[in-house]
């Protein structure tokens, strides 16, 4: 059942106060961007759709991806991926070795192999696998890290100002596509900035926390 | 033309600091070496020979003493090393695990003696944990004769190891993961669909593990030459090798330090052998954990995992708070008859009859403690203010050389300092007794020091060179004061430190320097649990009190200074 994310009722506070509150729908393929400043509570919502909420905040009402309710399943058995602003890869291993511990179980060794090697070629970095991950560049190291995430066959993307430490060419690029390979897949997207370009770009509802 | 005062062009303290870390370690690997190859005028003997290892060789313990060393020593490690994982996998960043982070972290300074004897206390035959099941459901009315306490194969003595090291190890990994982004790089791995251990073995240790390897290597080259709780716990015919190097060189007949000399060079070859063999493992490690991650397996259902690293945390902390309450009680009981839980009436006739012993040893202790500990301030401080000024960066070369006392086996090069001692007429007792006390204070002292040091804002000095203040004014003025509470923290490591060295103490001061630790760790053969109970509680009460102190001085003198708080 493909229905995307739902915010349903969700509050969220912190210490017995409230921080905030949001109570939204993202259709598969959607990005919706959620803009506020700083200290709003962006990331803490983030925290608590991918489940890693921290014990002072409390939440309520329900989260649903895909008619399915996520409150009280441990992380990874959500089933959603999340971007942050460092590609985050993992220095003790080799790009390949990133994606590989990204791509979802099964298969062979030379049909995971296949797969890590296909996903280099769809973000145009084709024979990096062996690569170490510190000798790539800014725009290189995102596109492994969202291939990564991608692997993983999330169904819904979670995306933290993961494009707010590149440069503002490649910004456009990255962002371009990444918002692209989320459509293909249909995944639903919720953006969290404090860039309206961003937002723009994106070109899908838009809330703001105060 | 106005001169200022600079900074001597020699680095001073840097140079010094050296010279007292590798002279000491040089000069008693020299003292080890010559004898061991048969020269040692003092006992009428002048090399090259090698009559020493023949005599060791024919020894006919040394097979089972190399076999215990290296087995109880790596299983040990080992050990100590995938339960601190398997706690971090399991629980780190949870609310349980800060509560077993504050529950270990002042056991961190309790000296291995004293945690030695509280657990000998719990498991003995006679012990807590048997007394606490009969007769009702063992039968026993009388402690049963079983051989726990020095088994042949030193699992108790393992088992008191990895009790002192998984505090130790938690704890330079908790300071580690302070440094990288784990939170993150756990949530990221997580919603990749990842098990919370599997996430955490594979995207965050990596990283604590290249941070703690050199505490690794501590724990590991310790538990394979440690002494005072091998005495205490560890089998005793034949016991480890740097056990028999002690019986050795405290042997009145002088030729048996030929021996122990040459023992040590051996007792020294097995640690560089299973350092050797422990590097290749790692290699190893890290090939099977990337072919593991190229499949790709998440690794869930971990919750019996997580249950069994939160159990071995909480029966290490048991453990060692009930063997220090075991001591506390024996020092305090009058009659106690098996298999009673408490004794029949509790005196003050224990700590009366040893009052004046324990004084003394306990003055010893602390006037040792106390000088080596503020000359080593006097030179960190120095070391780090020289860095500060001339820009200089601690390089991993340098921290090598700071771990290199703790990594060397003590009974590698303590014998042969005590020979050189002896060799050059010198007379032992206190001062050398400082002096190589200082050699294991200083590194403690420096990674205390390391992280609040290098974090204090330095454009606090630029605005108070602005003002006009100069270098040394900054430092005493500013800096100083600001970093009083981790100054205290890092004295008070450096006392605990001091105050559970055992075989430096020992074998340095001659047999002469009689501080709590070498009192309790003497009253081990003679199983006088009374006593053991008031040496041992006051060994603890050394180590443990100028923390208490730390923590309640910066608090009452920058009581009405918020900001000093809680740095």
């Not at chain 2, 020095?150 to 108790?156: A, L, Q, R, S, V």
């Not at chain 2, 703690?212 to 724990?219: C, F, N, S, Y």
């Not at chain 2, 090939?287 to 069994?308: F, K, N, S, V």
Request: glycine share 10%; aromatic share 8%.
């Amino acid at each position: 059942m493909s229905d995307g994310l739902r915010l349903e009722q969700v509050k969220i506070t912190r210490d017995g106060k409230p921080l905030l509150s949001i109570d939204t729908h993202v259709a598969p393929g959607e990005v919706l961007t959620v803009m506020g400043p700083s200290g709003v509570g962006k990331s803490t919502l983030l925290s608590a759709i991918i489940g890693t909420l921290s014990q002072e905040f409390a939440l309520s009402g329900q989260i649903i991806l895909n008619g399915r309710d996520l409150s009280g399943l441990p992380p990874d058995e959500r089933c959603v991926g999340i971007l942050f602003q460092d590609a985050l890869l993992f220095p003790h291993l080799s790009v390949g070795a990133n994606l590989a511990f990204g791509l979802a179980q099964g298969g062979t060794r030379a049909a995971r192999r296949a797969k890590i090697d296909a996903g280099l070629a769809e973000v145009g970095l084709t024979g990096f696998a062996s690569r170490d991950p510190a000798t790539l560049s800014g725009g290189q190291r995102a596109r492994v890290a969202l291939m990564r995430m991608l692997l993983s066959e999330p169904h819904a993307l979670l995306l933290d100002e993961p494009f707010s430490g590149l440069d503002a060419e490649l910004r456009g690029q990255v962002r371009q596509l990444v918002f692209d390979h989320a459509r293909a897949r249909g995944l639903p997207v919720l953006l969290v900035t404090h860039d309206q370009a961003d937002a723009d770009a994106a070109d899908g509802p838009v809330v703001t926390l105060k | 033309m106005a001169q200022t005062i600079r900074f001597p062009r020699l680095p001073l303290f840097p140079a010094l600091t050296v010279l007292v870390l590798l002279g000491p370690v040089a000069a008693g690997l020299w003292g080890t070496v010559l004898p061991a190859f048969g020269h040692l005028p003092a006992a009428g003997q002048t090399g090259p020979s090698l009559d020493a290892f023949r005599a060791l060789f024919d020894w006919p313990g040394i097979g089972p003493a190399v076999r215990l060393s290296v087995v109880t020593g790596l299983v040990a490690a080992l050990l100590s090393l995938c339960i601190t994982v398997l706690i971090l996998a399991g629980w780190a960043g949870t609310r349980g695990f800060r509560v077993l982070e504050r529950l270990l972290s002042p056991f961190l300074s309790v000296p291995h003696a004293a945690a030695a004897f509280g657990l000998a206390f719990l498991i003995a035959p006679s012990g807590w944990i048997a007394r606490l099941f009969s007769p009702w459901l063992t039968g026993w009315d009388r402690p049963p004769d079983l051989l726990i306490l020095n088994d042949p194969w030193g699992i108790t003595l393992t088992l008191g190891m990895v009790m002192k090291e998984v505090p130790f190890l938690l704890l330079m990994s908790i300071a580690a993961l302070g440094q990288i982004d784990g939170r993150r790089r756990l949530a990221l791995s997580r919603s990749m669909g990842y098990g919370r251990i599997a996430a955490w073995v594979f995207a965050v240790f990596p990283a604590v593990y290249a941070r703690i390897r050199l505490p690794v290597l501590v724990v590991q080259t310790w538990s394979m030459s440690v002494v005072d709780m091998a005495v205490i716990l560890g089998p005793s015919t034949p016991p480890t090798l740097s056990v028999q190097i002690v019986r050795w060189m405290s042997d009145p007949d002088l030729a048996f330090r030929l021996q122990a000399a040459a023992a040590a060079l051996v007792q020294l070859a097995l640690v560089i052998g299973a350092v050797g063999v422990w590097f290749v493992g790692e290699k190893l490690v890290a090939r099977l954990a990337c072919m593991r991650i190229e499949t790709g397996r998440r690794g869930h259902r971990d919750r019996p995992w997580r249950i069994t690293g939160f159990a071995f945390g909480t029966v290490i902390s048991a453990s060692l708070l009930l063997g220090l309450l075991s001591l506390a009680v024996w020092s305090v009981a009058g009659f106690w008859s098996f298999p009673d839980l408490i004794p029949d009436h509790v005196t003050s006739r224990n700590w009366m009859r040893h009052r004046a012993g324990s004084l003394d040893a306990l003055w010893e202790t602390a006037l040792i403690a106390g000088i080596a500990v503020a000359i080593g301030m006097i030179l960190t401080i120095g070391c780090l203010e020289t860095e500060h000024r001339r820009n200089l960066r601690l390089t991993q070369r340098g921290m090598w050389l700071i771990y290199l006392p703790l990594i060397v086996p003590q009974t590698a090069f303590l014998p042969g300092l005590q020979t050189l001692f002896l060799g050059f007429g010198l007379d032992m007792g206190r001062t050398p007794v400082v002096l190589v006390h200082l050699v294991f204070v200083l590194p403690y002292l420096r990674l205390s020091l390391e992280g609040p040091w290098k974090s204090w804002d330095v454009r606090q000095a630029t605005v108070a060179a602005a003002l006009g203040a100069s270098e040394g004014r900054v430092l005493w003025r500013i800096r100083l004061p600001m970093l009083l509470a981790p100054l205290l923290t890092a004295m008070a490591v450096g006392i605990a430190v001091s105050v559970g060295q055992y075989l430096p103490t020992l074998l340095v001061g001659g047999g002469r320097v009689e501080t709590l630790t070498t009192e309790a760790v003497a009253l081990a053969s003679g199983g006088d649990r009374r006593a053991i109970g008031v040496f041992g509680l006051m060994q603890t009460a050394a180590a443990l009190l100028p923390f208490a102190l730390a923590l309640a001085l910066p608090a009452l003198i920058w009581r009405n200074r918020k900001g000093l708080l809680h740095v």
